[in-house]
């Protein structure tokens, strides 16, 4: 196996532990280098056999243009709406990405997460803890509640072993069916295709969302799904803030007409944390981090180690997504 020129792209306000990672790991085995913003782009990309890059539309098409050698388009997330696939594709560029079993654990545990504190009203205890108050809020327990994923692939599976747990009852929506052994694994009350998603929506205590982004996915919740929900249904995002209509989805919030949320995504990002909906004490939020573990960072950068091993070995990249 040759050594490869290797040009990393990436999003330096979250460098560490991301970009350690990948320099590392890709570095064992090839010449990596860190793209500098400050210097021109075509030298830095003319002699590069694989670009990786990190996200946040790090890629320009004046890269893609200027890396007329490569040989792999390495994206480290899950969702690439972010990249310019067809582009690259023109360019006769292979792409690739980090598919969701990397992260799948770490969402499915943020989802189960934010379940957990909306069931046991978290934040109203937080609040009267800090008063000195005892024996207050009266919690829900899970216990033969009806959980609605949307979207059962890794982490939507995931979850499902998560939530079995606490015997919930798990109702899942997928264009696919499942491999017969996980649908024994996991046994869902109910399995149904995206015509049944309607039904699931307006049986379940906790609904949650495990979608890709794309024009298809786009606002799957939005103000007339949001009203076939229960008033004491809790929304959750940890995939992508386009999957639900944001504004119907706050004034449901707002008036009262659902139980609650917790989000880690957002269609607009960053957000504004003093939005009135982000104060109400059936909303709970965090910054886009139910991906960002240790572990995470890890498998990504040893799957984009991999790619480039592979690369260099003449054998195609795996995940593609430009084919």
Known sequence: MRRLKVLFLPVMRQYHPWGEDVVELVGRNHDLTIY????????????????IDHGGAQGTRAMMDAAKQARLWQVTTTGFEHVDVAYLKQRGIPVAHSPGFFSCAALAETAMMFILMLSRRYRQAAELFGQGQLYEPMGEELGGKVLGIVG???????????????????????????????????????????????????????????????????????????????????????????????????????????????????????????????????????????????????????GAAENVDRVAKGFEPLHRIDT
């Open 36 to 51: 500098d913003p400050q210097q021109p782009l075509e030298g830095q990309f003319a002699q590069v056999d694989a670009v």
């Open 152 to 302: 059962f692939g890794a982490s939507g599976q995931e979850l499902a072993r998560r939530a079995r747990g606490f015997g919930m009852k798990v109702q899942a929506i997928d264009l696919h069916l499942p491999e017969p052994a996980v649908l024994e694994e996991l046994k869902p009350e109910f399995m149904g295709s995206p015509a049944d998603l309607d039904q699931v929506v307006a049986q379940a205590d906790f609904l949650s969302l495990h979608l890709h982004s794309n024009p298809q996915t786009h606002h799957t919740i939005d103000g007339r799904r949001l009203g076939l929900m229960k008033p004491t249904a809790c929304l959750i995002n940890v995939a992508r803030g386009a999957l639900a209509d944001e504004e119907a989805l706050y004034e449901a919030l707002i008036e009262g007409r659902i139980g609650g949320a917790g989000l880690d995504v957002f269609a607009r990002e960053p957000i504004d944390p003093g939005a009135p909906v982000f104060q109400l004490p059936n909303v709970v939020a965090t910054p886009h981090t139910a991906g960002v573990t240790r572990q995470v960072s890890r498998r990504r950068a040893q």
